[in-house]
């Protein structure tokens, strides 16, 4: 089963771990991405492309199950202003082996940076704000999935 | 001309000023590219979002795209800097 939710709000991920332990289930692996803060950040916030976010999400989760041998995947994304510490990303695999699980959560996460429409705008204690420029280092991190 | 939404994201959509508007694109435009580079030639602001192109990305009708992908009549083209999500 895929579940993909953009939400504002934050997410519960024990609750969201289980839900993936599914009939079948051999293993359940997990990421969470959380706002890091340092240099003055106050908060971060996101902007997404309603409708094609939703899409993107879905389509990279079908291209996961398609590859690897899997039960479920969940994809959680956070939108709007998060604090430093905050939760802004889950993903989500549970499959018969673990390493089908591993592999399938590493995935995800290389093509969430890559491939998904979100924008990061960062704001700092003195007023300053910058969007958050792509990296190359995160096109080479889901190139590498060929 | 052919009716089109066009939604600006982040930076751009900060340049631009507007987040989304309805669009007549002439009939000699045929790339999200060559769109660009009409509007850039509105103000400062679309000429500030459109000037350096290897900065900007592209969608027709929520679909990612290169900027020289030719359209037909497409619903809805999306301009935005590099997605950072994850």
Redesign the interface.
Known sequence: MIRVLVTPDDFEAGAEGRALAEEGAGAVASFIGIVRGGDGLSAMTLEHYPGMTEAALTKMAQEAAARWSLIAVTLIHRIGCLTPGSQIVFVGTSAPHRQDALSATAYLIDRLKTDAPFWKQEQFNDGRTHWVDARESDDAAAARWG | MAQCTL?Y???IREAIGVDSEVFDVPATISTPAELAAHLGQRSTGYARAFADMSRVRC?ID?A?HALDTPFGAPQEI?F???????
């Open positions: 939604l994201f982040a930076w969608a929520q990612v999306a935005f800097p590099p997605v950072t999500g994850g």
